[in-house]
Structures are given as structure tokens and as C-alpha cells.
């Protein structure tokens, strides 16, 4: 081997382990830079004859170049393999599943509201919402019920601070203020229109029936398994001028058939006492099969509403009658998916709740 070849030997391995592209720089200037070997020996030509420095110099220029050309082979191999890793460090695996997005859904609950609406509305009734926070006027004293009646002991009711006659002094202890709010403004609607914007006294005109649902929340000082300080009602008002008892009774069965998807459902009618209804019953229902088959459960309160309250709607009692009744959504979701602890429904557990979806 000729002292050229060696030299184009020794800068293809020093390219060869340069592994960055700075190692490569440093290897390259030994050969190729200022005083590097390929530039000494050029130097060294200076006392050559014209014949040797032709055929030295022909001999060292292919020598330079198959180092440069080593050179730019190595610089790109580098760079190749940057990228490489570069890729490969940056790469998204597509295969990789994606991360999951819980999905959410209604609270068993809302699913029996929501069903409720959709049962009544195909009957007809409208939907109302009202204030959780109420005046003891709209809780007690427009429902008939006396100052001293036990619902309103502090042992019952929340009372909240403040409190006058039209001001809200109280957590609702049900839904039927929902009754009179929704009959007043029914009421002043169309009062006013039969008597040209005066609507005083009560109304003894027509109308078309109040015919409404109020579910909500609701608030009372128990709890156990069966009872929460917050619970869900939801309110019924039908009022015209001949609806009977025997129209709530077909109302509620048609209802609870619909809403229990069962045909052999029985329902009884117990003598009650509400205030605000006379007569009062409340209603019970018994599943023929199934794990409740034979038991009597309570799912509502209901009645004929009393003269006094259809007066505090501003209706004239001898024209106007109807039926009311309030009834416990927590209960009937309960019964439906067979749940025996009420608290469940509000502890928030995703274990429980992910079960209704
Ligand atoms: N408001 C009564 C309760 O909470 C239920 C009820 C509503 C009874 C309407 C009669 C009529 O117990």
C-alpha cells in the first residue's frame, strides 16, 4: 500500500467512527483542514520536479477526493441517522387505544322525572317549576293549614332567616305551593281577559282546566333509609268544572300502569287526611308479580282540593273543583329498579350510578 493509500484508509475509519457531527468536523480537519495531512503533503510537492509534481499531484487529488468524497457519504449516513431517531423518538403509535371519556347520563332520578313529564304531557298536563325557597303563605297558609298544624314545627320545616307575608322564609316542604302559584297566574290570565283587565273577586267565568304537573325538590328535618332532608316530589292539579275523584282514580292507575310498565297493578285509595284536600286518601299501590308481588306500597297523597284552597287559587268554589295529589319520585325510582336504600340516590357513588345508563 502506497503512502496515499494509507492516508485515504486511515480518514475513511476516523470518518467511519465519528458519530456525531462534530466528531466528523474534528476527523475531517486532520485530512483535509489547514495542516492537515492531505494540505502537508501538497506542501511537500514545492521541491518536486515539473514531471513528479504532474503525476504526485494527479496522485494526491484522487486521494483527496476519495476522502471527501468519504466525508460527505459519512456526514450524510449522520444525518440520516438523526433523523431516524428523531422519527422515532417523535412517533405516535396509532395503535395505541385512546383514552377514554367517561360517558355521563341522567341520575335515576331524572330518568323518573323525565318519564313522569313525558306520561302526563301525553295526557295533557302542563309542566311547572317553582321556588325552592318559599313563603309560609304558599306552604301552609293558602293550603288551609292552620298556624298551629304540626308540619309547621320547627322540627319539620327548614326555616331560613327573614320571612313577612310575601317574603320566603322556608325550605317548601312539598310541591303543593305549586298548586296555588300555578291556579293564581292560570287564574289571572284568563280573568282578565273575561273581565276586561279587572279580575277581581273570584273568578266564576271559563277557562280551560288547569291541568299541570310540579315536580322539584323538597326539603323536611328527617333522614334515614327511607327519608333524606331532600327529596323530590312531584305535584298534580287538575281543576274544572266537574272533575271527580273517579277521574283522579283513573288518572293515577293509568298513570302508574304506564309508569311501571304492568297492567296487574292494583291500586287502593286509603282515607287520609291533608289539609288542603277533603276527602284525602292516600294512594297504595300492590305488584301481582315480581320480588314486591302482594305488598301494599304507599307511593302518593292525594285528595279533592278543598273549597278554601280553590278560593286561594281565586277560583269560585261552587263553580270549580278538581283533584290534586303529590307523589314521591325518589319512591316510585326506588320501586322501579328495586334500589332499598334511599340514600344511594344522593351519595354520588359512579358504581351505583353507572347502573342506569
Ligand atoms: N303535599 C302532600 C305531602 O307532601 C301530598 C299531597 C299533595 C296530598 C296533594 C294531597 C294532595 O304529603
Known sequence: MNDLNVIV??????????????????????????????????????????????????????????????LTNRRQALADAELQAQLRAEALDVSLPGRQ???????????????????????????AQGPEIESDWFNFTALNTPEDHPARSMHDTFYVEGGSETAPNLLRTHTSPMQIRYAVQHVKKYSSKANGGEGKGLFSGDM???????????????????????????????????VSFKDLKFVFTDFCR?????D?????????????????????????????????????????????????MGLDP??????????????????????NDLRLFFDGDVRFLSQFQ
Open 264 to 312: 296487574d297493578l292494583v291500586l287502593r285509595f286509603r282515607p287520609s287526611f291533608f289539609p288542603f284536600t277533603e276527602p284525602s286518601a292516600e294512594i297504595d299501590i300492590q305488584f301481582q308479580t315480581g320480588p314486591l308481588a302482594g305488598r301494599w306500597l304507599e307511593v302518593a297523597g292525594s285528595g279533592q282540593v278543598h273549597p278554601n284552597v280553590v278560593s286561594n
Open 318 to 339: 261552587e263553580k270549580y273543583i278538581g283533584f290534586a295529589f303529590g307523589m314521591g319520585p325518589d319512591r316510585l325510582t326506588m320501586l322501579r329498579y328495586g334500589v
Open 208 to 242: 280551560p282546566e288547569i291541568r299541570v304537573i310540579a315536580p322539584g325538590r323538597t326539603y323536611r328535618v328527617d333522614s334515614d333509609a327511607t327519608h333524606s332532608p331532600m327529596f323530590h316530589q312531584c305535584e298534580g292539579l287538575w281543576v274544572g268544572e266537574n
Open 101 to 127: 371519556r367517561g360517558q355521563g347520563g341522567l341520575h335515576p332520578v331524572s330518568l323518573t322525572l323525565e318519564r313522569i313529564e313525558a306520561i302526563f304531557g301525553s295526557m295533557g298536563f302542563d309542566v
Open 9 to 70: 484508509d486511515s480518514a475513511q475509519t476516523a470518518f467511519a467512527q465519528a458519530v456525531t457531527p462534530a466528531d466528523l468536523e474534528n476527523a475531517k480537519a486532520l485530512f483535509l483542514g489547514k495542516s492537515g495531512r492531505i494540505t502537508e503533503l501538497m506542501k511537500g510537492m514545492a521541491a518536486l520536479s515539473v514531471d513528479e509534481k504532474k503525476s504526485r499531484g494527479a496522485a494526491i487529488n484522487i486521494a483527496k477526493q476519495a476522502i471527501e468524497t468519504a
Open 258 to 262: 304506564t309508569f311501571f310498565e304492568s
